[in-house]
């Protein structure tokens, strides 16, 4: 079956403009998490979705950040006012019941 | 106490050798241990993973060996092989945390050579 797709796969952005980044996460799986991962580092926890109920965002680095999931399927993550740290791959992963998160192939983000 | 150590950083291995992995943690509240692996270009997929209650866990060519007193455990691959080549990232779950979060290692990137 299709796996978790994320678009646009490589954004190039200028410094200050606001960018949204898309995840759509296998159907079925309630559970929705936004991941960043800097060159050479682990993943970073941003935000989680379970459901109906009120999103984890304690891992969103600052209140540019924000994101959100309509109907429980897709989400998106949008960052203002860029700067040049937010550059990273973005990734997102989708989880049913098990503990397992399936991973997109994420979204290179340049700010230049 | 959120942190999960993990060594080395790259890794290059002769085809056919065993690679070595190793994390560390200081919070005694996980009780999940997975290993992700990622290709260039492609999202962590889960390789393998273990909770505490086990010392050691196998599939195919890959072992998880866990100790539980030292807070560490390792991912050996044996009979590595080209196709290995990737970044692993080592991971823990807290007991109890609803939102199955996943605290990650910083990554090894394991280069085979044939």
């Known amino acids: 079956g299709a796996g978790v797709s994320q678009s646009p796969s490589n954004k190039v952005t200028e410094k200050g403009k606001d960018v949204e980044l898309r995840c759509d996460p296998i159907?079925?799986?309630?559970?929705l998490y936004w991941y960043r991962q800097r060159l050479g580092q682990g993943l970073e926890f941003l935000i989680y979705?379970?459901?109906?109920?009120?999103?984890?965002k304690s891992g969103l680095p600052s209140d540019r950040f924000s994101a959100e999931r309509t109907g429980g399927s897709v989400s998106t993550l949008t960052i203002q006012r860029t700067q040049q740290e937010d550059s990273a791959v973005y990734l997102c992963?989708?989880?049913?019941?098990?503990?397992?998160?399936?991973f997109g192939p994420g979204t290179r983000l340049t700010v230049t | 106490q959120q942190q999960v150590k993990q060594s080395p950083q790259s890794l290059i291995v002769q085809k056919g050798g065993i690679s070595i992995i190793n994390c560390a943690y200081e919070?005694?509240?996980?009780?999940?241990f997975p290993w992700y692996q990622q290709f260039p270009g492609k999202g962590p997929a889960l390789l393998i993973a273990?909770?505490?209650?086990?010392s050691e866990k196998k599939e195919g060519r890959f072992t998880i060996s866990f100790n539980k007193s030292a807070k560490q455990f390792s991912l050996h691959i044996m009979d590595s092989q080209p196709g290995d080549s990737a970044t692993y990232f080592c991971?823990?779950?807290?007991?109890?945390?609803?939102?199955?979060?996943?605290?990650f290692g910083k990554g090894t990137k394991l280069s085979v050579i044939p």
């Open positions: 919070n005694t509240a996980f009780d999940y």
């Open positions: 159907s079925g799986h309630t559970a």
């Open positions: 979705f379970q459901g109906n109920s009120a999103p984890d």
């Open positions: 992963a989708s989880r049913e019941a098990s503990y397992e998160q399936y």
């Open positions: 991971a823990a779950k807290l007991s109890g945390a609803g939102s199955y979060q996943l605290t």
């Open positions: 273990i909770r505490p209650d086990v």
